[in-house]
């Protein structure tokens, strides 16, 4: 059984997702960030930078998020969650998840720790404002194409970047241009929601409204 050690609202959100769209039994560990938890030396021997999420699944103890989403879709291509090895279709999957993963994601992170990023004392402020005004226009990008190829990012297809991109809009809300003022990107996040396995992590982790 997949153990998954997660806290809520964090990055552990898409591989939940994924876990219970696949339908796969679970347990989840909760590491209690409000008591760091996740620098305790028993979660520190799990992931020694201590992030969350980690995912167990017998001897394999695997850290990053993208990682462990490919690793739960591999492991069961029945739910379909990412195209077929080898197909023009996954090559645009690749594209998309290292572009949430690796441009949206570390900008949301500067977001949320301006003071991370600079040496200046005085100047998360400025930092944060130029970090959120790039994360508007990714997300203008990401609207613009789904009202192109819509409704999910793979077009008629959903898959698992659209449940990464739900987590991702999620930590946007508090932009002043926020995801769910973005009509396109709007209606995609809508249908993800409304999923029955995005309805019961929403639930289980405690997702206060807006979600996103």
Same mark, same amino acid.
């Given at each position: ?68 989403? =490919? ?7 029945? !739910?379909?969650? %990412?195209?077929? &090895?080898? /197909?023009?279709? +996954? ?68 898959? =698992? ?7 991702? !809009?999620?930590? %946007?809300?508090? &932009?002043? /241009?926020?995801? +769910? ?32």
């Amino acid at each position: 059984m997949y153990e998954l050690f997660y806290y809520p609202g964090n990055g552990n959100m898409a591989p939940h997702f994924l876990l219970e769209e696949i339908g796969a039994p679970f347990a989840l560990k909760l590491v209690d960030r409000t008591r760091n938890e996740h620098k305790s030396a028993a979660f520190l021997k799990l992931n020694p930078h201590g992030l969350i999420p980690v995912l167990v699944d017998g001897e394999t103890v695997l850290t990053e998020t993208p990682a462990i989403c =490919l690793y739960l879709s591999d492991k069961h291509p029945g !739910a379909a969650l %990412a195209p077929p &090895l080898g /197909t023009s279709a +996954r090559g645009h999957f690749y594209k998309w998840l290292m572009y949430l993963a690796d441009t949206v994601h570390p900008d949301l992170l500067i977001y949320y720790y301006p003071q991370r990023f600079t040496c200046d004392a005085n100047g998360a402020d400025a930092v944060r404002q130029a970090v959120e005004n790039r994360l508007i226009g990714m997300f203008q990008y990401i609207d613009d194409q789904l009202s192109r190829t819509g409704p999910y990012l793979m077009g008629e297809h959903f898959s =698992l970047v659209d449940y990464y991109l739900l987590m991702l !809009a999620r930590w %946007a809300r508090g &932009l002043k /241009t926020p995801p +769910r003022q973005m009509p396109h990107l709007a209606r995609t996040l809508d249908l993800v929601c409304a999923r029955p396995a995005a309805q019961r992590v929403i639930a289980t982790e405690g997702l206060a409204e807006p979600v996103y």
